[in-house]
T-cell receptor
């Protein structure tokens, strides 16, 4: 069975400081992994994805994530936070395209606050 | 491309009334998903379609909920009768089946309030 755990429900950083949002997954096979971002009262936007290519994945808005199989982690980072980064972030795992299984497994989300 | 289009953006209705949410997927996408988001339960997959056929509706909470996809460019989610506990944001998403591993594109959602 697959699962995904976002280790922090809330993260607060100061503008200009690094961002680290942590995600661990459990999967019996090599999954696809995603980070989605949801700004207040907005829809969900794909930030970046890992699909068994390079383990360091670069996404939009300066975010990146590193897939570490040995640690079953897929943490999201950004060197310098911007006020516009304040949002809810979701770590997501996808099973391989086997049969009719199309269900993404969603983490509960991490709320990122950026202080001036 | 205009992306996934959902309507209405906001819906306020009285308990017992019928509610219909609408979704237009991205042209060419053949997989469509309906999600519900609440503070208590987070994001829940309600149902998904592949080539207009419902594949898995195990997430539909009860018989009051129904979803249809009469053609490749339109889907509806209906709640009848609506109850206050149905209040949530409902998202529609679409994808190419062959590219499911690359993620979905979500609509902006419909915020439903049942009073």
């Amino acid at each position: 069975a697959q699962s995904v755990t976002q280790l922090d429900s809330h993260v607060s950083v100061s503008e200009g400081t690094p961002v680290l949002l942590r995600c661990n997954y459990s999967s019996s096979y090599s999954p696809s992994l995603f980070w989605y971002v949801q700004h207040p009262n907005k829809g969900l936007q794909l930030l970046l994805k890992y699909t068994s290519a390079a383990t360091l994945v670069k996404g939009i808005n300066g975010f990146e994530a590193e897939f570490k199989k040995s640690e079953t982690s897929f943490h999201l980072t950004k060197p310098s936070a911007h006020m516009s980064d304040a949002a809810e972030y979701f770590c997501v795992v996808s099973p391989p395209n086997a049969g009719n299984n199309r269900k993404l497994i969603w983490g509960l989300g991490t709320s990122l606050a950026v202080n001036p | 491309d205009a992306g996934v289009i959902q309507s209405p953006r906001h819906e306020v209705t009285e308990m017992g009334q019928e509610v219909t949410l609408r979704c237009k997927p991205i042209s060419g996408h053949n997989s469509l998903f309906w999600y519900r988001q609440t503070m208590m339960r987070g994001l829940e997959l309600l149902i998904y379609f592949n080539n207009n056929v419902p594949i898995d509706d195990s997430g539909m909470p009860e018989d009051r909920f129904s979803a249809k996809m009469p053609n490749a460019s339109f889907s509806t989610l209906k709640i009848q009768p609506s109850e206050p506990r149905d209040s949530a944001v409902y998202f529609c998403a679409s994808s190419l089946e062959a590219q499911l591993g690359l993620g979905y594109t979500f609509g902006s959602g419909t915020r439903l309030t049942v009073v």
